[in-house]
């Protein structure tokens, strides 16, 4: 059954929820490393997707999978959470939030460069100048204003939150080729991962009581970064007879970031931000047109 008004009302929940987790990153990292902060959020999305599939009565289908299926389903883990999730936080613990969100953001555009060699795609006149549009907003962000002067706030932090949209492409671009529920194999993700994520800590800072503030926040994200929000994303897919115009709402949730990151975490909001983040939404927009574009001129 469709439900326009409801799937609405989902989808702007989930942008309004996804659109806390920069500056809930941010706060969980005064108190939290980047991967004690990975640990918990994970072990919490490990539950809160069991639970998703157990209130479905889906628990079963775990138990029907031959463990080849399980291995397969699980190896994306390592992408997403492990190294995506450490790489980001790094980022975020090295650059003011304001900064390392939108450039984050940029993975769409990485998404339709890493697409051709990977997936053999090809890139027309508009698109490579829709790429140029974002990469140059990545630029007047990771400058502070002054893309000529190529002078980075914090290189290694640029770096990272970059190197994470290379990871967080890769991995979408693996899932392209599983034809699994997407639910189950969030949770797959997650569970096969855990184990890495922990072993990544106790062999890095081993073991400890973290303080309540930071499991607190690492709850929240795992929550609503990792967990509930990806449902209520789905299900409002799934509820409206227009994907586009849910899925566009997306768009709301770096400027609504913004906004939050200078209520809650403090941070002053420069100019450059905004205006990088314009030039990033408005290449991934022209992007997706192109792309619409040349689908339906393929279209018989």
Same mark, same amino acid.
């Given at each position: 059954?469709?439900?326009?008004?409801?799937?609405?009302?989902?989808?702007?929940?989930?942008?309004?929820?996804?659109?806390?987790?920069?500056?809930?990153?941010?706060?969980?990292?005064?108190?939290?490393?980047?991967?004690? #902060?990975?640990?918990?959020?994970?072990?919490?999305?490990?539950?809160?997707?069991?639970?998703?599939?157990?209130?479905?009565?889906?628990?079963?289908?775990?138990?029907?999978?031959?463990?080849?299926?399980?291995?397969?389903?699980?190896?994306?883990?390592?992408?997403?959470?492990?190294?995506?999730?450490?790489?980001?936080?790094?980022?975020?613990?090295?650059?003011?939030?304001?900064?390392?969100?939108?450039?984050?953001?940029?993975?769409?555009?990485?998404?339709?460069?890493?697409?051709?060699?990977?997936?053999?795609?090809?890139?027309?006149?508009?698109?490579l100048g829709a790429i140029a549009l974002s990469y140059f907003g990545v630029l007047i962000i990771a400058t502070r204003g002054e893309?000529?002067?190529?002078?980075?706030?914090?290189?290694?932090?640029?770096?990272?939150?970059?190197? *994470?949209?290379?990871?967080?492409?890769?991995?979408?671009?693996?899932?392209?080729?599983?034809?699994?529920?997407?639910?189950?194999?969030?949770?797959?993700?997650?569970?096969?991962?855990?184990? $890495?994520?922990?072993?990544?800590?106790?062999?890095?800072?081993?073991? *400890?009581?973290?303080?309540?503030?930071?499991?607190?926040?690492?709850?929240?994200?795992?929550?609503?970064?990792?967990? #509930?929000? $990806?449902?209520?994303?789905?299900?409002?897919?799934?509820?409206?007879?227009s994907t586009v115009r849910i899925a566009n709402l997306i768009y709301l949730s770096p400027f609504l970031s913004l906004v939050l990151i200078h209520f809650v975490v403090g941070e002053t909001i420069l100019a450059s931000s905004?205006?990088?983040?314009?030039?990033?939404?408005?290449?991934?927009?022209?992007?997706?047109?192109?792309?619409?574009?040349?689908?339906?001129?393929?279209?018989?």
């Open positions: 059954m469709f439900d326009e008004r409801r799937a609405l009302f989902l989808g702007l929940a989930a942008v309004l929820l996804w659109s806390t987790v920069a500056s809930a990153f941010k706060l969980s990292l005064r108190y939290l490393s980047p991967v004690q #902060l990975l640990f918990w959020a994970s072990l919490t999305s490990v539950v809160v997707l069991w639970l998703a599939l157990a209130l479905q009565g889906r628990l079963r289908e775990l138990l029907w999978l031959p463990p080849g299926s399980l291995l397969k389903l699980g190896l994306p883990g390592l992408l997403t959470p492990w190294l995506y999730y450490l790489v980001l936080f790094k980022a975020y613990e090295l650059l003011p939030a304001q900064e390392a969100q939108p450039l984050n953001y940029s993975w769409a555009i990485t998404l339709s460069l890493l697409a051709v060699p990977v997936l053999g795609h090809s890139l027309r006149r508009k698109q893309p000529l002067s190529l002078e980075f706030s914090n290189g290694p932090g640029v770096l990272l939150a970059l190197g *994470s949209t290379l990871i967080w492409a890769s991995y979408w671009i693996w899932q392209t080729w599983s034809r699994v529920d997407p639910l189950l194999g969030l949770f797959c993700n997650f569970l096969f991962a855990l184990p $890495f994520i922990a072993l990544t800590l106790w062999l890095t800072e081993g073991f *400890s009581v973290p303080d309540t503030r930071g499991l607190a926040g690492a709850v929240y994200v795992g929550v609503f970064e990792m967990g #509930l929000t $990806f449902l209520l994303w789905l299900k409002a897919l799934q509820l409206t007879r905004y205006i990088g983040l314009l030039f990033i939404v408005a290449g991934v927009l022209l992007q997706n047109n192109t792309r619409d574009i040349m689908n339906e001129e393929e279209t018989p």
